[in-house]
Structures are given as C-alpha cells and as structure tokens.
C-alpha cells in the first residue's frame, strides 16, 4: 500500500491544521492507520493511532485533548485535525499503517509514508 500524506504547512501558535492521508489499495479498511512525528534533532514518536472500524483512537499524552485522529473507509483516508498547535508541535508528520487491523500502531507498523511538515510559530 502507499501512503500520502497532505495539509502540511505553517500556523501560529494556537492555530489548528488539518492533516490527510490518502491510501491506495482496496483493503484500506482492515489496516489499523496512525501518525507518527519527528521533530528536528529529536527521534521519531508516536502521535495518534486508529482501529480499522474508527472505533477506537488512542494517542500521546502531549496531545490529547488538542488533536483527533478519525477515517473514511470510503475515500480510504485518515485524517489528523490540529488544534491549539504549539512550537513544539513542530515536526515532519508521517502517516502510517499496520496490515493486521486490530494491531496498535505503537506496537507494529508495516508501512510510512512520505511525510509532510508542520511548522507552529510562537
């Protein structure tokens, strides 16, 4: 499967983004699907994570309660709204997908994709 990734760009702090992930493959709708982060200088972590069915997200304590992971099965897309951004949320963000659907991305990924960058100015 391919992964790209879209919605990248630069906001103020307390800005929101958008971010979308568009899948290719007719079986987009069994992967468990999630967003990874790395900021410059820093190692690459784990952001938010989502079941094939949408019905239950999971995500890193620096986030919760400001982003929010959800999918279309449809248009085999994930999205990762942004809101309240800060500096430190500055990183390339990377969509991800793991072929088993009841695996947690955290755990096990099969697949990345390209990447786009998230800049949040102060």
């Known amino acids: 499967v391919q992964l790209q990734a879209s919605g990248g760009g630069l906001v103020q702090a307390g800005g929101s983004l958008r971010l979308s992930c568009a899948a290719s493959?007719?079986?987009?709708?069994?992967?468990?699907m999630g967003w990874f982060r790395q900021a410059p200088g820093k190692e690459r972590e784990f952001v938010a994570g989502?079941?094939?069915?949408?019905?239950?997200?999971y995500y890193t304590d620096s986030v919760k309660g400001r982003f929010a992971i959800s999918r279309d099965n449809a248009k085999n897309t994930v999205y990762l709204q942004m809101n309240s951004l800060k500096p430190e949320d500055t990183a390339v963000y990377y969509c991800?997908?793991?072929?088993?659907?009841?695996?947690?991305?955290?755990?096990?990924?099969?697949?990345w994709g390209q990447g786009t960058l998230v800049t949040v100015s102060s």
């Open positions: 991800v997908a793991a072929r088993d659907k009841y695996t947690d991305v955290i755990v096990h990924t099969d697949y």
């Open positions: 493959g007719r079986t987009f709708s069994s992967y468990a």
């Open positions: 989502i079941r094939w069915d949408g019905r239950f997200t």
